[in-house]
């Protein structure tokens, strides 16, 4: 059975740093492009950033460039995200997904997710 799970999560202060990992079992991440994306409370869940399969492009929604860092390490099968300098508008969510392979070269936006959701895993910034 395939399956995604996200750790790494936590309750922070704004300015801190985070590093969420992401795994799957069943299922082979270097097979796909892969990315993150958050849902905040009341709201849908967005695409955050993105891998494309080969490794070699990575997108990143507007408001985390700079901030965020998206990687995969294919040999261990897992995807991570740094995040520094974090903001309350960042509580959310998180969840990573893998992608059909061709995408994430040119843009973040309409990612078809090819993974079974997972749990996800809670980032709260306090002020």
């Known amino acids: 059975q395939v399956r995604v799970v996200e750790s790494g999560g936590g309750l922070v202060q704004a300015g801190e740093s985070l590093r969420l990992s992401c795994t799957a079992y069943g299922l082979t991440l270097d097979d796909f492009a892969l990315a993150w994306f958050r849902q905040a409370p009341g709201k849908e869940r967005d695409e955050l950033s993105c891998?494309?399969?080969?490794?070699?492009?990575?997108h990143y929604l507007d408001s985390v460039k700079g901030r965020f860092t998206i990687s995969r390490d294919n040999a261990n099968n897992m995807l991570y995200l740094q995040m520094n300098d974090l903001k309350p508008e960042d509580t959310a969510t998180y969840y990573c997904?893998?992608?059909?392979?061709?995408?994430?070269?040119?843009?973040?936006?309409?990612?078809?997710?090819?993974?079974?959701w997972g749990q996800g895993t809670q980032v709260t910034v306090s002020a």
């Open positions: 997904a893998a992608v059909t392979r061709s995408e994430c070269k040119t843009t973040l936006q309409n990612l078809h997710v090819m993974s079974p």
């Open positions: 891998i494309s399969f080969t490794g070699r492009s990575t």
